[in-house]
């Protein structure tokens, strides 16, 4: 039976409140990125988020950004590499701290695509990783795009996971359209459950200017804050299952 994993960005609550339907997102995913207090999320909601991982089943991953709680993470930060590295740091520490069990991280937001495209924010990501993953004694996957990430985790000895998002549109050269431009987001359950399917069987995903792009991945995303985000994912579950894939966590 094939098998794929179906990640969610969860556990981000702003001034106490959730920005999306967690308990519903967490019964139909295998794993769940937690956000760790950079752009959203506190101590709080990071044990909330655990417990409910737990209760599900569902493999827990930090989900670490630069400290933008203003703009959620998504406006790039200038931080030089010592600090960009405590606060990766720290950000895994609060999750630890939680009781989490960490199986993988990945970066969210602006950090996500630095990491993808920027050596030197790529080495920081994969150097912590790999430093966290020697205190706990096993491997630490990390989640992402772009070759500088893929990179520094091969040369750190983290290994790298690619993933692909199910509720954003793909331009031809197989980035993502930034947010704020026409097609940026998918929002349609029936069109979002039929490209799940059709990533696992061919590797393949639509594009904004109508054609289409390779796309290779381990893990498939939708991101908890995306409108209808519950009924995406229900559609996609229903999909994957009808196909005959498994959804379950790599790690």
């Avoid at 998504?74 to 950000?91: N, P, Y």
């Avoid at 924010?121 to 993953?133: E, Y």
């Avoid at 490209?195 to 498939?220: I, K, P, Y």
Wanted: charge should be negative; aromatic fraction near 4%.
């Amino acid at each position: 039976m094939r098998a794929i994993d179906l990640n969610a960005d969860l556990g981000e609550t702003v001034d106490g409140r959730p920005t999306a339907d967690d308990e519903a997102m967490f019964a139909v995913i295998s794993s769940a990125s937690i956000a760790c207090g950079g752009h959203a999320g506190d101590a709080a909601s990071m044990r909330e988020a655990v417990a409910r991982a737990e209760r599900h089943g569902v493999a827990v991953g930090a989900h670490p950004s630069y400290p933008d709680r203003a703009g959620f993470g998504r406006v790039a930060q200038s931080l030089d590499d010592a600090a960009l590295r405590a606060e990766l740091a720290g950000q895994l520490q609060a999750l630890d701290a939680a009781g989490a069990d960490i199986r993988y991280l990945k970066p969210h937001g602006a950090l996500y695509h630095a990491a993808g495209a920027d050596p030197v924010v790529a080495r920081a990501v994969a150097d912590v990783v790999a430093a966290h993953a020697r205190a706990r004694g096993r491997a630490i996957p990390v989640l992402g795009l772009g070759d500088a990430l893929r990179d520094a985790a091969h040369a750190a000895g983290v290994p790298f996971v690619r993933e692909a998002f199910l509720d954003r549109g793909y331009r031809a050269d197989g980035t993502l359209v930034p947010r704020g431009e026409p097609g940026a987001l998918r929002t349609d359950p029936d069109e979002v459950a039929a490209r799940a399917v059709r990533l696992v069987r061919e590797g393949r995903v639509d594009t904004v200017d109508g054609g289409e792009v390779a796309v290779h991945a381990a893990s498939l995303c939708l991101h908890g804050d995306t409108p209808a985000a519950v009924a995406m994912a229900r559609a996609v579950r229903r999909a994957l299952d009808a196909a005959g894939v498994a959804v379950r966590a790599s790690w």
